[in-house]
Protein backbone atom coordinates (compact mmCIF):
# COMPACT_ATOMS: atom_id res chain seq x y z
CA UNK A 1 0.00 0.00 0.00
CA UNK A 2 1.58 2.87 -1.42
CA UNK A 3 0.48 6.61 -0.15
CA UNK A 4 -0.97 8.61 -2.89
CA UNK A 5 -1.31 12.47 -2.50
CA UNK A 6 -1.88 15.36 -4.69
CA UNK A 7 0.80 17.84 -3.32
CA UNK A 8 4.20 17.47 -3.98
CA UNK A 9 5.86 15.96 -0.72
CA UNK A 10 9.05 17.69 -1.44
CA UNK A 11 9.10 21.89 -0.87
CA UNK A 12 11.23 23.01 -3.91
CA UNK A 13 11.82 26.77 -2.01
CA UNK A 14 13.90 24.57 0.48
CA UNK A 15 17.26 26.49 0.92
CA UNK A 16 20.41 24.69 1.55
CA UNK A 17 22.11 25.89 5.07
CA UNK A 18 25.94 25.80 6.34
CA UNK A 19 25.81 22.95 9.28
CA UNK A 20 28.00 23.83 11.90
CA UNK A 21 31.79 21.93 12.78
CA UNK A 22 31.64 23.57 16.37
CA UNK A 23 33.62 21.43 18.81
CA UNK A 24 35.96 22.00 21.70
CA UNK A 25 39.39 22.73 21.13
CA UNK A 26 41.34 19.22 21.79
CA UNK A 27 44.77 19.93 24.22
CA UNK A 28 46.98 17.06 22.39
CA UNK A 29 50.02 18.25 24.30
CA UNK A 30 48.08 17.36 27.77
CA UNK A 31 45.79 15.08 26.60
CA UNK A 32 43.09 17.23 27.62
CA UNK A 33 39.27 18.91 26.03
CA UNK A 34 39.74 22.32 26.37
CA UNK A 35 37.40 24.28 27.19
CA UNK A 36 37.49 27.16 24.12
CA UNK A 37 35.45 26.54 20.98
CA UNK A 38 37.29 25.78 17.56
CA UNK A 39 34.70 26.17 14.52
CA UNK A 40 35.93 25.63 10.45
CA UNK A 41 38.82 23.85 9.37
CA UNK A 42 39.89 23.46 12.55
CA UNK A 43 37.46 21.22 13.72
CA UNK A 44 37.60 19.34 10.97
CA UNK A 45 41.37 19.10 11.13
CA UNK A 46 40.64 17.73 14.40
CA UNK A 47 37.74 15.54 14.04
CA UNK A 48 40.23 13.51 11.20
CA UNK A 49 42.83 13.08 13.56
CA UNK A 50 40.74 11.71 16.02
CA UNK A 51 39.78 9.32 13.69
CA UNK A 52 42.92 8.43 12.03
CA UNK A 53 44.20 7.80 15.93
CA UNK A 54 41.47 5.52 16.52
CA UNK A 55 41.42 2.05 16.74
CA UNK A 56 38.50 0.44 14.31
CA UNK A 57 35.77 -2.02 16.14
CA UNK A 58 38.01 -1.31 19.77
CA UNK A 59 35.61 1.38 21.49
CA UNK A 60 31.82 0.14 21.50
CA UNK A 61 31.13 3.58 21.96
CA UNK A 62 32.15 4.34 18.12
CA UNK A 63 30.43 2.68 15.33
CA UNK A 64 31.92 0.48 12.66
CA UNK A 65 31.90 3.64 10.21
CA UNK A 66 34.67 5.40 12.63
CA UNK A 67 38.09 5.02 13.16
CA UNK A 68 41.31 3.48 11.11
CA UNK A 69 42.35 -0.06 10.41
CA UNK A 70 45.77 -0.46 10.71
Do not use: C, W
Amino acid sequence: MIPESETPILNEDMEETPQPSLTYKLDLANGRIGAVDVDGLEAVKQVVFKILSTSRFEHLIYSGDYGNEA
